[in-house]
Structure formats: C-alpha cells, structure tokens
C-alpha cells in the first residue's frame, strides 16, 4: 500500500520560503508524476504543481513565479519550495500521486498545515 | 483556466436516500473529470476517474456520469459513513482545478 507523508515547519514568517518534502513509502516514486496541492482553511483545494521522476515539471501559472518542486528518487521523495510567503498562502498541503494512466490523484499524504505568521 | 461550478452547495438528506451532485465546467473536457470525497481533517479520497471509472475499492453506489461540460456524482443509498464534503476536478489542462465542493449533512 502506497504511503505518502508530508513533513516541513508549521510557521514561516512573511516574505520566507516555504519548504516542506513528501516521503513516498511501500512504492517506488520512480513512473508517476508527484503534485503538490493546497486547501486554505475553510477553502477549496488548489492545485500547485507536479513533478515526473525524470525531474519534468508543470506549476500552476498563479504560483509559477514562487514555486519550485524537486524529486529525489534515490530517497523516494519529492519537495515543495514557495518563496516570498504571505498569509494568503496558509494552508494544508497536500502531496498526492497521479498515475501514468490518468490525470486524477489516487494517494494523497495526510497533509500539512503551515501557517504564515510573524 | 477552466472554471469549476457544483450544486448544490450544501445539500440534507437521510440514510438512505439517491444523492446527486452536478459539477459544470466552463468550457467542454470531454470525460476529463474526477470526484473526491473529503471529511474533516482528512485528505480528499478519490471516488470517480475520467467521468465514471469507479476507483479500486471505492462502493459500488457511487456513480459518476456526463462528458463535455456537465457531470454527475449520483450516491444510490445514502450510508453514514457518505456524510462529507464532494469535491469535482478537471484534469483536461493545465491548471488543474477543483470545483468549490457539495457538502452533504444529516436532514
């Protein structure tokens, strides 16, 4: 049974990054493409970005200019970088597997809540 | 980027009962679209791929139909384990988007 588990810092303050990595466990991370994908409290969910295994990537243009994410297959794991945070991107955070054979997210992690405050 | 609309918002209903949900989308996806399922403090499930694949596991009393532009989510007989929020989500372009979700409560 695939697993995934999103750790990070809980706060970061106005005009910081943003840092949080999703460890993929009981599957390999190697042919699916890895997304992020945050829900402000009491908000819909918004789709971030994705990464393949190869390290080819596709963002959402409204976070393009913030947003990095990056894979680590040696360590079956795969990253989110957001810079320039304001309060608008507290959120739960969520990292989720889309299979080859689709566009929909059939695992998701937990997710994260990260507040931005100082 | 496509604009996701769901009604109702919020619907009541009772163990039991034929629950549908319509999601709309502002320009056609063919059967590009998926539904979630989501309770509090839990991440979203998936329920429905590509319009009306039942996801492995998932009750055969959810449903999904609809191409183009317009979709539903039917749930045969309410359970209360289906008391949750319904989330749609298109996945024909890049941005991804998520409709705004059906909440579904006890009458």
């Known amino acids: 049974q695939v697993q995934l588990q999103e750790s990070g810092p809980g706060l970061v303050k106005p005009s910081e990054t943003l840092s949080l990595t999703c460890t993929v466990s009981?599957?390999?991370?190697?042919?699916?493409?890895w997304s992020w994908i945050r829900q402000p409290p009491g908000k819909e969910l918004e789709w971030i970005g994705y990464?393949?295994?190869?390290?080819?990537?596709n963002y959402n243009p409204s976070l393009k200019s913030r947003v990095t994410i990056s894979v680590d297959t040696s360590k079956n794991r795969f990253s989110l970088g957001l810079t320039s945070v304001t309060a608008a991107d507290t959120a739960v955070y969520y990292c989720?597997?889309?299979?080859?054979?689709?566009?929909?997210?059939?695992?998701w992690g937990q997710g994260t809540l990260v507040t931005v405050s100082s | 980027d496509i604009q996701m609309t769901q009604s109702p918002s919020s619907l009541s209903a009772s163990v039991g009962d034929r629950v549908t949900i319509t999601c709309r989308t502002s320009?056609?996806?063919?059967?590009?679209l998926n539904w979630y399922q989501q309770k509090p403090g839990k991440a979203p499930q998936l329920l429905i791929y590509?319009?009306?694949s039942l996801q492995s596991g998932v009750p055969s009393r959810f449903s999904g139909d609809g191409s183009g532009t317009d979709f539903t989510l039917t749930i045969s007989s309410l359970q209360p384990e289906d008391f949750a929020t319904y989330y749609c989500?298109?996945?024909?372009?890049?941005?991804?988007?998520f409709g705004p979700g059906t909440k579904v409560h006890v009458k």
């Open positions: 989720a597997r889309r299979p080859n054979y689709g566009s929909h997210f059939d695992y």
């Open positions: 009981g599957g390999s991370i190697s042919s699916y493409y």
């Open positions: 990464i393949y295994d190869s390290g080819t990537t």
């Open positions: 320009q056609s996806i063919s059967n590009f």
């Open positions: 590509a319009a009306f």
């Open positions: 989500q298109q996945s024909y372009s890049i941005p991804f988007t």
